[in-house]
T-cell receptor
Framework: AQSVTQLGSHVSVSEGALVLLRCNYSSSVPPYLFWYVQYPNQGLQLLLKYTSAATLVKGINGFEAEFKKSETSFHLTKPSAHMSDAAEYFCAVMRISAGNKLTFGGGTRVLVKP | GAVVSQHPSWVICKSGTSVKIECRSLDFQATTMFWYRQFPKQSLMLMATSNEGSKATYEQGVEKDKFLINHASLTLSTLTVTSAHPEDSSFYIC?????????????FGPGTRLTVL
């Protein structure tokens, strides 16, 4: 079985400050890892994904994430928060051998203060 | 490209009625579509996986007779909530995987908010 844990259901950052969202996973086999963003009453938009290539992955809107196998982590960062980054962020894991299903973490809501 | 739509975007219905939600891939053919539900302030939970032309595979704990899924074409899947009750009120989101796409790519629809009175 695989699972995803996102530390912190809410994160508050000042505009221009670093955004750090934590994600840890458990999986019996090397997984694919994803970060999605969800704006209110909307579906999910893919920010970035790790699929066993480079461990540092760059995504859209200035976000990046680093896969650390030894720590079973895939934390999401952005050097400088923008007001438009206020949203819900979900980390997800996919095990290719298990029907390619996504398992989502609990989500982290980001609030950006002016 | 890779746009997925859902209809309706929101629906309010009376308890006991059935509601159908459509999920369409607008510019690609989707061999596989996934249905999720999301309760307020919670994460997405996979309900079922549907493959075009075959029966859907439901996750443990999801009643297949209550949540009817049909994937009759490569661009359309429908979720019918039968005899809806207030506890079925939720945000339902579909995603689609392209027939010619990577296995790790899913494109999400905008969601349908269902409120059962």
């Amino acid at each position: 079985a695989q699972s995803v844990t996102q530390l912190g259901s809410h994160v508050s950052v000042s505009e221009g400050a670093l955004v750090l969202l934590r994600c840890n996973y458990s999986s019996s086999v090397p997984p694919y890892l994803f970060w999605y963003v969800q704006y209110p009453n909307q579906g999910l938009q893919l920010l970035l994904k790790y699929t066993s290539a480079a461990t540092l992955v760059k995504g859209i809107n200035g976000f990046e994430a680093e896969f650390k196998k030894s720590e079973t982590s895939f934390h999401l960062t952005k050097p400088s928060a923008h007001m438009s980054d206020a949203a819900e962020y979900f980390c997800a894991v996919m095990r290719i051998s298990a029907g390619n299903k996504l398992t989502f973490g609990g989500g982290t809501r980001v609030l950006v203060k002016p | 490209g890779a746009v997925v739509s859902q209809h309706p975007s929101w629906v309010i219905c009376k308890s006991g009625t059935s509601v159908k939600i459509e999920c369409r891939s607008l510019d690609f053919q989707a061999t596989t579509m996934f249905w999720y539900r999301q309760f307020p302030k919670q994460s997405l939970m996979l309900m079922a996986t549907s493959n075009e032309g075959s029966k859907a595979t439901y996750e443990q704990g999801v009643e297949k007779d209550k949540f009817l899924i049909n994937h009759a074409s490569l661009t359309l899947s429908t979720l019918t909530v039968t005899s809806a009750h207030p506890e079925d009120s939720s945000f339902y989101i579909c995603s689609a995987r392209a027939a010619s796409g990577r296995v790790d790519e899913q494109f999400f629809g905008p969601g349908t908010r269902l409120t059962v009175l």
